[in-house]
C-alpha cells in the first residue's frame, strides 16, 4: 500500500500456448482458462477446480486419425497408444 494512495491493483493478463502452463495457473489460483478435458478429469473429479459454462460453451468435435507405416505397425509402443486411446476417447461411430 502506498501512502495516501491506497491498493494499487494493476491491470494483469497471462497468455500462454502451453496447455500444461495454463492448467497449472489454474489451480494455482490465477483465473480461468480452456483447456483439454483429458488434462483436468482427475482435477474436477476432486473438486479442484470448478467447470465453467459446462453446458453453454459447446465446441465442435475434432476427428482424430493415427497414420503409421506398414513396417512400424508392429512396434508395442504403438500398439500400446492406439489401445489408450482408444479407451480414453468416446465412440462417436
Known sequence: MFKGIGEVAP???VQTENSKVVRALVLG?????AVFRLMVVA????????E?????LVTASLDI??????????LRRLSVFL???????????
Open 52 to 56: 465453467l459454462f459446462s453446458r453453454q
Open 11 to 13: 491491470p494483469t493478463s
Open 29 to 33: 489460483g490465477m483465473g480461468g482458462g
Open 43 to 50: 482435477d474436477l473429479a476432486a473438486g479442484q477446480p470448478v
Open 65 to 74: 486419425t493415427a497414420l503409421y507405416l506398414t513396417r512400424i505397425s508392429s
Open 83 to 93: 489401445d489408450w486411446l482408444s479407451e480414453v476417447l468416446p465412440d462417436e461411430a
